[in-house]
């Protein structure tokens, strides 16, 4: 595609439930990362992908959290059990690989845990 | 850790004021540093970048910035802004592993 797509833009969950978000990075990307960003703070880096394997993990708040990426395209990132303090702005982002520094956006899930 | 300190959360300027959002960060290695802004509704973009030499760097829509190594800053600036500026800024740095540590932005309010 000509961007970085997400999935959904808004999602509304209740405390307690799993959900997931979805990342199409831009065709021949093959480096992908994902954020979050809380309101007022900068974007924390979560974790990223070169091709289909994550090599840094630490990013990751807890492990309610996971990410794969499959074929070298789509990634999920799964919240199990998702809390209030999950409720933020998922970024993701891709660039051409690891090197180029430069990173394209998509334009965020915005999750909300009841 | 590195950290990275962006000063001013909100400004709100008139049309044709200058702009100039400060930029810190703490480690004193070899950095690359970039600006990204955000438009209302738009995805987070590319403003400018800094690897090496001129330490003056040149962006789009007339934005510039400046790597003062000594300071460890790189702020940003704009000699006369216009409302379309209208916009979030982040301030990034990576340090070798090419992942960004982001400022936590500052929010730009252009009045025509």
């Known amino acids: 595609g000509a961007g970085v797509s997400q999935s959904p833009s808004n999602k509304v969950t209740e405390k307690g439930k799993d959900v997931e978000l979805r990342c199409d990075p831009i065709s021949g990307h093959t480096a992908l990362y994902w954020y979050r960003q809380r309101l007022g703070q900068g974007l924390e880096f979560l974790i990223y992908f070169q091709g289909n394997s994550a090599p840094d993990k630490s990013g990751l708040p807890s492990d309610r959290f996971s990410a794969e990426r499959t074929g070298e395209s789509v990634s999920t990132l799964t919240i199990q059990r998702t809390q209030q303090e999950d409720s933020a702005v998922y970024l993701c982002?891709?660039?051409?690989?690891?090197?180029?520094?430069?990173?394209?956006f998509g334009p965020g899930t915005r999750l909300t845990v009841l | 850790a590195q950290s990275v300190s962006q000063h001013n959360h909100h400004v709100i300027l008139s049309e044709a004021a200058s702009l100039e959002l400060g930029c810190n960060y703490s480690?004193?290695?070899?950095?690359?540093l970039f600006w990204y802004v955000q438009y209302p509704g738009q995805h987070l973009q590319l403003l400018l970048k800094?690897?090496?030499?001129?330490?003056l760097v040149k962006g789009i829509k007339g934005f510039e910035a400046e790597f003062i190594k000594s300071k460890f800053s790189f702020n940003l600036r704009k000699p006369s802004v216009q409302w379309s500026d209208t916009a979030e800024y982040f301030c990034a740095v990576t340090l070798g592993s090419y992942i960004p540590t982001f400022g936590r932005g500052t929010s730009l309010i252009v009045h025509p």
């Open positions: 800094y690897f090496s030499g001129d330490p």
């Open positions: 480690y004193g290695g070899t950095v690359n």
């Open positions: 982002a891709s660039s051409f690989n690891i090197g180029s520094v430069e990173q394209f």
